[in-house]
Nanobody
């Protein structure tokens, strides 16, 4: 099992940027496909971005394509979500998730506690 701890959330104005980080503990990080999800108030949790366990592929939700970028640093056991040109509709709790050797589109098995992002207009 892997334990995930997110950081980097906060309150920004529309158009600004934030970088979220998710540190993994307890299992070989390089064997996990990593994903970012978000849940806005009164909405279901939704996929935002994912990166394959070997870093060979990434995938994004249409709503963030071209604005967000997911990356991983296996030497630091950390996955990042760079969020640029933020919009008020990006306001949500952002969750990091992991699945061992899984494809990006998969049922993730490990979840972090979430970090709040608020974008004001």
């Amino acid at each position: 099992q892997v334990r995930l701890v997110e950081s980097g959330g906060g309150t920004v104005q529309a158009g600004e940027s934030l970088r979220l980080a998710c540190a993994a503990f307890g299992s070989p990080f390089s064997t996990y496909t990593m994903g970012w999800f978000r849940q806005a108030p009164r909405k279901e949790r939704a996929f935002v971005a994912g990166i394959l366990w070997n870093g060979g592929s990434t995938r994004y939700a249409d709503s963030v394509e071209g604005r967000f970028a997911i990356s991983r640093d296996n030497t630091k056991n950390t996955v990042y979500l760079q969020m640029n040109s933020l919009k008020p509709e990006d306001t949500a709790v952002y969750y990091c998730a992991a699945k061992r050797f899984g494809p990006i589109v998969a049922e993730y098995t490990n979840w972090g506690q979430g970090t709040q992002v608020i974008v004001s207009s």
